[in-house]
């Protein structure tokens, strides 16, 4: 199970952590990710990261979100910095199929977490 925490409403400009708890064995061997959504529009790819720590972006989130985990303590972040409105959505936190290989499709997750609210204030 993920458990995604962390939102909340704040103004643009500002910085967020969204943190995800994972309980179950198999957490630390896969690949971890974290997906958004906005309302009305398609689920969208923000960021993945290996069991190792390698990490890759989407455009929307380069340069401004840094995703990091922690295998020993079951967890994944997601520190988002310099906040604008469009990042206004609903966040999620999902775990992958694959061990190495970090898509942007979320077909390729299996488990997801609850999602949690971000907002942002112009």
């Known amino acids: 199970q993920l458990q995604a925490s962390g939102g909340g409403l704040v103004q643009s400009g500002d910085s967020l952590r969204l943190s995800c708890a994972a309980s179950?064995?198999?957490?630390?061997?896969?690949?971890m990710a974290w997906f958004r959504q906005a309302s009305g529009k398609d689920r969208e790819f923000i960021a993945g990261?290996?069991?190792?720590?390698?990490?890759e972006y989407a455009d929307s989130g380069e340069g401004r979100f840094a995703i990091s985990r922690d295998n020993r303590k079951n967890t994944l972040t997601l520190q988002m910095n310099n906040l604008k409105p469009e990042d206004t959505a609903v966040y999620y936190c999902?775990?992958?199929?694959?061990?190495?290989?970090?898509?942007?499709?979320?077909?390729?997750?299996?488990?997801w977490g609850q999602g949690t609210q971000v907002t942002v204030s112009s």
């Open positions: 990261v290996t069991s190792g720590g390698r990490a």
């Open positions: 999902a775990l992958s199929r694959s061990f190495g290989r970090i898509g942007s499709s979320g077909s390729l997750y299996r488990y």
């Open positions: 179950g064995a198999t957490f630390s061997a896969y690949v």
